[in-house]
Structures are given as C-alpha cells and as structure tokens.
C-alpha cells in the first residue's frame, strides 16, 4: 500500500511484527504509536514481517496481519518486507562477524540451560538469565570437530566485542542518551540451531537495509537497544534515533503477550468492532476495562 502523500524521506519508522500468531491489542498500540510518530513528521511507514522462524509463521497470520491494519486504519509506504526473502544477507554478515573472531560455537541445549539456571550459575540480567560462558573458551579444534558433528548456535562474544567497539552510546527521544552496557546481557545467540537468524541480528541487519532512522518499539525492549549498538558498530551499520513507547498491560500488570491467548485484533474485526473507533480511543488513552498503560 503506498501513500499518495510527499513523503519526507529523512524519516523513516517500521512496524515489524511476526506472523507466528494473531495480532492483540499491544500490537494496534504499537502499530498506531509508529504509524502516527512518522506521519507527524511526514515520514515514511514501512511494514516488515519478521518470518525467520518458518516453523511457526503461517500465511494465514501474514493475512490476518494486512486485514488487522486496514481494518484499524493504518496504511504503510511501499511493498511489504519479508525477512524469510533476505536470508543470503544474515549469512554473510555472519560471517563477517566470523573472521572477526566474535562468534563461537554453542553446543548447549535448553536442558543444559535449565540446568545452569537451576544451579544459580547465571546472572539474572534484563532479559532474564545470562548465559554463563560454558563454550566461550573451548578448545577451537574441539570446537571445530563438534561444529561437523553436532547441532549448534553461534554466540556472539560480547566482552571481546566491546573491547573491539570502545564505550558506545544511543539516543532515545523519551528516554534521553543511553551510555551501552551490552555486557548485562551476556553472550546472545546471533544464529540459533533451529532458524537462520536471530531477532537481535535480524533486526539490526534490517533496519540498517530499510534506512529506519527512528526505531519506534516498545519499553521491553530497551535494554535490547545495546546489543543492537554493540552489532552496528562492529558492522559499520548507521545509528537510528530510538523511541521506546509504554506498553498496554493486563489485569495482572503484565504486558499482552501472544503466548498468553491476549485477546486477538482479528476477534473484534469479526465481531464487527470498529477499528478506527478503537483506534481513537487508543490514540485518547482510552483502554478497554482492564488495560492500562506502563507508567515506566
């Protein structure tokens, strides 16, 4: 869908939701505050389905995605983007980050982490527990012998990485100017067994390729922000602006959540709810009964 409106093409914001389940309510928050951050300043809004993870994306999903934004009244610029089309892309730079000495092999399965967790080994970090370093330091012939043999992820290895980088920073326009501390969220994986990439890599890889230059997203995903740094200054990638939103809540001051059945945009559309009335009250601050705004 593309706008007939002059665009200001020195703005330019994405939503980017993943076609794995049925968009919620948090989602329409989250489309309209990106949809509306860039048509207030004349920018462009782009639409990129995130559907690495072929395992659980659904073309179904993909439709109910397109249905759920015209039904709410938010219109994007240009084709849809699908990251399942740019998969040469991750591979290279993975590589990149390869030769630079900055991923190593990781043999651990989610047994193995339940296990590490369950000893108190990891540090609680911003994301929840921080990966211990079991494969960090293997021996490389070992490590090479495993990699033929036995499946694996790639973990990027964050302390020698900021070594590489020096002190990194990022800008915020609700939260101000950030100082990196990538570290509090220890080694993450950049290409996981299961799928081609992972979202920390995927996202920075995509949003450098798009020239988002305001990345509009959510508060749980703050401290994400400084992986995200660490990657575009190892791959000479530009910096956006950031701008993260509150997020809408439950009755239980927890945010809604796919996996947690939340109430799906596409249940109203067929009950024959109007979204731009919903849309208007989100835009009002008017929730439904027990839906609230973080006050973070």
């Known amino acids: 869908m593309t706008s007939s409106v002059q665009l200001n093409t020195d ?12 968009l919620h309510l948090g989602h329409a928050y989250a489309a309209m505050v990106a949809h509306d951050f860039a048509r207030a300043r004349g ?33 994007w610029d240009g084709d849809v983007i699908f990251q399942s089309e740019r998969l040469d892309s991750y591979a290279q730079a993975a ?15 989610r047994s193995d982490m339940r296990q590490l967790q369950a000893s108190g080994s990891q ?10 370093g079991t494969c960090r330091n293997m021996d490389p012939g070992l490590a090479r012998k495993r990699v033929a043999a036995e499946p694996h992820s790639w973990r990027l290895d964050v302390a020698k990485a900021v070594t590489l980088s020096g002190p990194l920073g990022w800008r915020d326009e609700r939260h101000g100017v950030q100082a990196s501390d990538p570290e509090r969220l220890g080694d ?13 890599f995927a996202v920075t890889l995509d949003d450098a390729r798009d020239r988002i230059t305001h990345v509009v997203r959510g508060d749980d995903l703050f ?3 400084d992986i995200h740094r660490l990657l575009q200054a190892l791959l000479d990638l530009p910096t956006p602006v950031y701008y993260h939103h509150p997020l809408l809540l439950d009755e239980k001051d927890e945010k809604l959540a796919k996996s947690r059945d939340s109430a799906s945009l596409s249940v109203l559309r067929l009950a024959g709810r109007s ?3 919903l849309l208007q009250d ?15």
């Open 11 to 22: 703005i330019v914001v994405r939503f980017a939701p993943s076609p794995n389940g049925l």
């Open 43 to 75: 920018g462009q809004f782009l639409l990129r389905i995130e559907d690495i993870d072929r395992g659980r994306s659904r073309d179904e999903f993909v439709t109910a995605i397109f249905d759920d934004l015209h039904w709410l009244g938010l219109d």
């Open 95 to 109: 590589e990149r980050l390869k030769a630079m000495g900055l991923l190593y092999p990781c043999f651990c399965s």
């Open 123 to 132: 540090a609680e970090g911003p994301d929840g527990p921080v990966y211990a």
């Open 188 to 200: 993450v994986i950049l290409v996981p067994k299961e799928t081609p990439v992972a979202y920390h």
């Open 223 to 225: 401290a994400s922000t």
């Open 275 to 277: 979204g731009h009335k």
């Open 282 to 296: 989100l835009r009002q601050g008017i929730f439904p009964v027990g839906i609230s705004l973080s006050q973070v």
